[in-house]
Every structure is written in structure tokens, then in C-alpha cells.
């Protein structure tokens, strides 16, 4: 499929006159052909226009011809072969291994989301039968069950260019609701993004699905998304990137003139708590498995484990994590943007006066990339390791903060209330991990429950990258790691945020949806008078 680097609008192609950028290969630190063009406000509108137009044969599709659509998706983007790995290698300088498995996963979660809608009980259908006779007033007869919002915007993040990018999660969620898609390319990697969006297009032409079901704008910098957002036909916004990003984008949501649901998936630092028993009988391996978890693609991962808590002493630990840490080579990351991020972050972390750098980057990581240096060590950063104690760690929020890289802070707590402390003073993170026994997990009770109100998943003896697309995942979690945290971007929850409960009175059955008529000729679960059943 030849790349054209112009927006796709419905069934149409955009223009060549917007403003014009290039991808980067940050490994061997070149511009990549062709050149893309950023969406006019004309084209944007357009695909607005489409999309709503679009959404009431779409949203009245039943859950099996939508199935059908996800599916030829999926069929369609494992179709782009090898072209589609060498694009999103060159274009991220992540191993092709990671993206064909990367590819593997969207697919799966494209098919995960067509057998939950194929089977139809996510519509959580509620049926309070009506008695005429009840005194002193009849009891009317309400039925209700969840409902597409319209046109959704996504916005995709630079380190999953598939699975949380055009065709990730978000566009297969809000798809299988019944909701049309306006994806924002993003522009550290345009062309992965440009042969998802044909996929997905041709998957909608392939089946006659009206135009404007999907869309997918180009933009140099950050102008297309705010006139996205402010777009009175988007009717939800689903962003995953950072925090910074998703709170801008996030304020014009909400003070539009009519706001609109915006659902934000920002960086994290899941907290590690590794107990007593874990440090003394493995602390080797554990240091082996936190330094793969750190450095694994090259620690670009909003699960990255960034600030380990461990209770004195673990010096052992400490010095074999260092060892791993001083070993590991310098690798390119996504784009200059990040590069720098990390390395300011890693140079003012250095310089905090309550943290000890404990291993990793040489002097040289101090380096800013320079904008008119394109040569291929631009992008390469090293590992960091740092070190400080927990009654700093609580009296310095700033360490709390992301460094989205190869990096992670040991927190020493000198004793069992310490650790509790550091648990108490965390910020909202998408993950916690606790390492012990399950006798310590009893004595840790209280370390539980104070996580079980900061994160949304806690996991047992593991390690927080590599999240299952299973129907309980939970990858959310208070803010400051979400914008809400009473969602789920991964999983089969993650269906229920572009969607609304709509509710019928006293409607007659031949003018009710399927999902909500006596027979239940869809056959799927429902409460009726407070029981359910099918
Ligand atoms: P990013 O720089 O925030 O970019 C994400 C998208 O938002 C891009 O399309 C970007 O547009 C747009 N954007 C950002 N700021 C904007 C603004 N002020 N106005 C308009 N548009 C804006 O994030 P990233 O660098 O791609 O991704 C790395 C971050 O994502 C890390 O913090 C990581 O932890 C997080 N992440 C979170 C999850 C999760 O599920 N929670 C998953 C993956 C990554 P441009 O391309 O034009 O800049």
C-alpha cells in the first residue's frame, strides 16, 4: 500500500496544502518520505460532518454486523504483512518482534470486542415490568439500556503506534459501542498510523457502511486535535499520552459550550512494594526482573515500574539492580521529544538535593538532542537509577513525577510505617505491586488497603508491564493517571465509556430496541424485576 501522507475523510482523501512534516527514523536519525500534510479546518469540519451523518445507520447496526466490521479490521491490518512492521519499526525504532506483537494484540483486541457485542449483554439491559394496579399510582413500565454518545476522537500515543494508536483499543471500543471514529494521527508516527486508517476504511467500504464512520486527520503540531475537541459534532474524546497533553485537551472539553465526556489515559509511576521475606530469600532475581521491567522498550511504558519501595536493609539489592543498571547500553527512544524529556528529567533528578544517583547514565546523558543534529545518537538515552529515603520521598512531591524512559527510584523505609507512609502521600497511578509472601500480604493488610484507594490494579509477585486484554483488566486509575478514575482504557469495560443509559416508558413492545422486548429474541442476559436472567 503506498503511503500518500494526506488525511483520510470518509471514503475521500484530504488535500496536499496543509502544513507539511516528515516522519523520523530516530535509530538511524533520518526523515522519512513521503511528506504529510496537516488537515485544513475545512477537512476537519468535513469529517465532523460525515461522522455524524454517518451515525445513526451506524448506532442502529446490530451487534453482529458491527462484530463483522471489527473483525474485517482486524483481518485487514494483519493483511499489511511485513509493510506495516517496517514502517512502525522505522518510525519508532522498536524491534520488529514488539511490533508484530504489538500487531498480534490490536488484532485480538479488535475480535475480543466483536465476540462482547456478537453476544450482546454488555448493553446491561434493566426491565422493571409495569402494574396498572399498584396503589396508590400504577407503576409505569421502565425499560433501559445502554446507548452510543456519536462521534468520538481519538487521540493515539507515541510508544504503542498499534495497540493504543488508529486502530488500538479506544477506536475498537468506541466502534463496537456503535459510536463513529475521527482518529488523530500522531506525529511521531504518521505512516503506521496512515496504513491502520486505510484498514479500517477499506473494512467500512468492504461491508457498504455509510461514509464517515471512520476518519483519520494528519497534524504537524497539536493544532488539528484542540479544533477536534471544540468540534460541536464530537461528542467524546478518548486521549492516551501525557499529562500535560491530556490535561490541555482536557480543559477544552470541558468548556466547550456543551462539554463532553473525556476520558484521558496519562503516564503513571507504578509503585513496587517489595517486603521483608521478598528481599531476603530473592533478592538477586529481583533485581534481574525489576531491571527488565525498567528498561523493556527502553522503559517507554506508562506501567513502568518508576519508584520502588523497599524496607532496610537492601543494600544487597540495591547494588545488584546498579550492576544491571551500569550495563545496559544506551538505545534510541521514540523521537527527539522524548529524548529530551527524559534527559531534562534525568539531569534535574540528579541534581535533587535529597536523591543519590545510584547507577546508569554516564555524564553524557545530561546532553540535550539538538533540533538541527539528526544524527543517530540523538535518540539514545541510558538507563538511571536513583536512590532516596522515605521521609524525603513524602516530603517531595516532585518525585512522584514521571520520567517516561529507562529510569526508576529506590525509596529506603526504615520501618513498617514508613512504607505505609510512602503508600499514603502516592498520587493516583494506573498500577501497584506488592512482593512477599502471602503471609506478609496478611500482615500487609493495611499497605492493601490504603492501595486499593490509589491504583487500579495491584498485582502479587509481578511486574506491572504487559497488561492482559482480558474482560476484568483494569488499566485506569485515579488522577492524576486518568482524568477519571472510574474507567478502564483496556478490557471489557472499556466498551462502557462511550456510552449512555437511555430508558423507555410504557413504550409498546413493537416500538422498543430488540435488547428490551418480552421475548428476548437477541437471547442475552438482562435484570428483569431485579433477576437475572435470559
Ligand atoms: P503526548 O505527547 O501527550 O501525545 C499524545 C497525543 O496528544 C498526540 O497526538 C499529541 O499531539 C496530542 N497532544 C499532546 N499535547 C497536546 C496539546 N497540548 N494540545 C493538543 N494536542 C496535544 O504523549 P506521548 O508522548 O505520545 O506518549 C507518552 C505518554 O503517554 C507517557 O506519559 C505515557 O506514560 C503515556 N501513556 C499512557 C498510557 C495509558 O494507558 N495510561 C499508554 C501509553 C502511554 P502531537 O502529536 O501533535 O504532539
Redesign the pocket.
Known amino acids: 500500500m503506498e503511503l500518500t501522507g494526506q488525511s483520510i475523510i470518509g471514503y475521500q482523501r484530504g488535500g496536499n496544502t496543509g502544513e507539511l512534516f516528515y516522519a523520523f527514523d530516530p535509530a538511524a536519525g533520518e526523515e522519512l518520505k513521503p511528506p504529510f500534510y496537516s488537515a485544513s479546518p475545512a477537512e476537519i469540519g468535513k469529517a465532523a460532518q460525515l461522522a455524524a451523518a454517518s451515525f445513526q445507520t451506524y448506532r442502529q447496526l446490530m451487534g453482529g454486523e458491527r462484530a463483522t466490521f471489527l473483525r474485517r479490521i482486524a483481518g485487514n491490518l494483519e493483511d499489511l504483512g511485513e509493510t506495516l512492521v517496517e514502517r512502525a519499526t522505522r518510525e519508532t525504532a522498536l524491534p520488529a518482534a514488539r511490533i508484530r506483537g504489538e500487531r498480534a494484540r490490536t488484532a485480538n483486541q479488535l475480535r475480543f470486542f466483536a465476540a462482547i457485542i456478537e453476544e450482546g449483554s454488555w448493553v446491561d439491559a434493566r426491565i422493571d415490568q409495569g402494574d396498572p394496579a399498584r396503589q396508590p399510582v400504577p407503576k409505569p413500565d421502565v425499560r433501559s439500556m445502554l446507548e452510543p454518545l456519536g462521534p468520538v476522537a481519538v487521540?493515539?500515543?507515541?510508544?504503542?503506534p498499534l495497540a493504543?494508536s488508529v486502530a488500538g483499543g479506544d477506536t475498537a471500543s468506541a466502534l463496537a459501542a456503535g459510536n463513529p471514529v475521527i482518529a488523530?494521527?500522531?506525529?511521531?508516527h504518521p505512516g503506521t498510523a496512515e496504513l491502520a486508517g486505510m484498514a479500517i476504511r477499506d473494512a467500512a467500504r468492504e461491508q457498504g457502511l455509510p461514509e464517515g464512520v471512520f476518519s483519520l486527520l494528519f497534524?504537524?503540531?497539536?493544532?488539528v486535535?484542540?479544533v477536534l475537541v471544540e468540534h460541536p459534532d464530537v461528542k467524546a474524546v478518548a486521549?492516551?499520552?501525557?499529562?500535560?497533553?491530556?490535561t490541555?485537551?482536557g480543559k477544552l472539553a470541558a468548556s466547550r459550550p456543551e462539554p463532553i465526556p473525556f476520558y484521558a489515559?496519562?503516564?503513571?509511576v507504578n509503585p513496587v512494594f517489595i517486603l521483608p521475606s521478598a528481599l531476603e530469600t530473592r533478592a538477586e532475581a529481583l533485581a534481574k526482573d525489576l531491571h527488565t521491567s525498567v528498561t523493556l522498550g527502553v522503559g517507554?511504558?506508562?506501567t513502568?515500574p518508576g519508584v520502588v519501595v523497599t524496607m532496610a536493609p537492601a543494600d544487597a539489592f540495591a547494588a545488584s539492580l546498579a550492576a544491571l543498571m551500569n550495563q545496559t547500553a544506551a538505545q534510541p527512544m521514540?523521537n527527539r521529544?522524548?529524548a529530551g524529556a527524559y534527559r531534562r528529567a534525568v539531569s534535574e533528578r540528579s541534581a535533587h538535593s535529597r536523591v543519590k544517583s545510584a547507577g546508569g547514565q554516564p555524564e553524557d546523558v545530561h546532553t540535550e538532542p539538538k533540533d538541527a543534529d539528526n544524527g543517530p545518537d540523538n535518540c539514545r538515552s541510558r538507563a538511571a537509577l536513583f536512590q532516596t529515603d522515605a521521609a524525603s520521598f513524602v516530603a517531595h512531591p516532585e518525585l512522584q513525577a514521571?520520567i517516561?524512559g529507562p529510569s526508576t527510584l529506590l525509596v529506603a523505609a526504615r520501618s513498617r510505617e514508613d512504607l505505609l507512609n510512602v503508600a499514603r502521600q502516592m498520587e493516583g497511578n494506573?498500577t501497584a505491586t506488592i512482593h512477599g509472601t502471602e503471609r506478609d500480604l496478611r500482615e500487609f493488610a493495611d499497605l492493601i488497603a490504603i492501595l486499593e484507594t490509589k491504583v487500579g490494579r495491584i498485582i502479587f509477585n509481578g511486574f506491572p508491564t504487559g497488561v492482559e486484554v482480558c474482560n476484568a483488566m483494569v488499566?485506569?486509575g485515579p488522577y492524576p493517571?486518568?482524568s477519571d478514575g472510574r474507567n478502564t482504557?483496556?478490557g471489557g469495560r472499556a466498551i462502557l465509556r462511550f456510552t449512555r443509559p437511555v430508558a423507555y416508558q410504557d413504550f409498546p413492545e413493537s416500538a422498543l430496541p430488540p435488547e428490551l422486548r418480552d421475548q428476548n429474541p437477541l437471547g442475552i442476559w438482562r435484570e428483569v424485576d431485579g433477576r437475572f436472567t435470559k
Open positions: 487521540f493515539g500515543a507515541s510508544n504503542f493504543f488523530l494521527a500522531h506525529y511521531s497534524d504537524a503540531r497539536q493544532s486535535g484542540k486521549f492516551t499520552g501525557s499529562r500535560a497533553g491530556g490541555a485537551l489515559e496519562m503516564g503513571s517507554q511504558f506508562c513502568n521514540l521529544n522524548i514521571e517516561f494506573l488499566h485506569g493517571s486518568t482504557s483496556v
